[in-house]
Nanobody, 122 residues
């Protein structure tokens, strides 16, 4: 069993900053990648940022230069530092991870967190 638990979402004014955290726990053998997605009302879920096990990162164009993804391997935790927030960043943010579990080391599975609401007021 693997769980992803997010925290950090809240209401913030435009131009402000937030840091989201997502901790993975359970029977983890290895984490191959972690990322953040978001879903705004009436829109499809989109990838915001991802980070691979080796540290390579990628971002959607709309957040480049404003958001930074990072991870703490010892804590199995991924962070999303969000600066210069805009009202269009308002969404539920979901943590995603591709994990190999101790009981099934030949396969990788994708796990999702429960989501955390980020609301940016204008």
């Amino acid at each position: 069993q693997v769980q992803l638990v997010e925290s950090g979402g809240t209401l913030v004014q435009a131009g402000g900053s937030l840091r989201l955290s997502c901790a993975a726990s359970g029977s983890i053998f290895s984490i191959n990648a972690m990322g953040w997605y978001r879903q705004a009302p009436g829109k499809q879920r989109e990838l915001v940022a991802g980070i691979a096990s080796g540290g390579r990162t990628n971002y959607t164009d709309s957040v480049k230069g404003r958001f930074t993804i990072s991870k703490d391997n010892a804590k199995n935790t991924v962070y999303l530092q969000m600066n210069s927030l805009k009202p269009e960043d308002t969404a539920v943010y979901y943590c995603n991870a591709r994990i190999v579990t101790r009981g099934d080391v030949m396969n990788e599975y994708t796990y999702w967190g429960q989501g955390t609401q980020v609301t940016v007021s204008s």
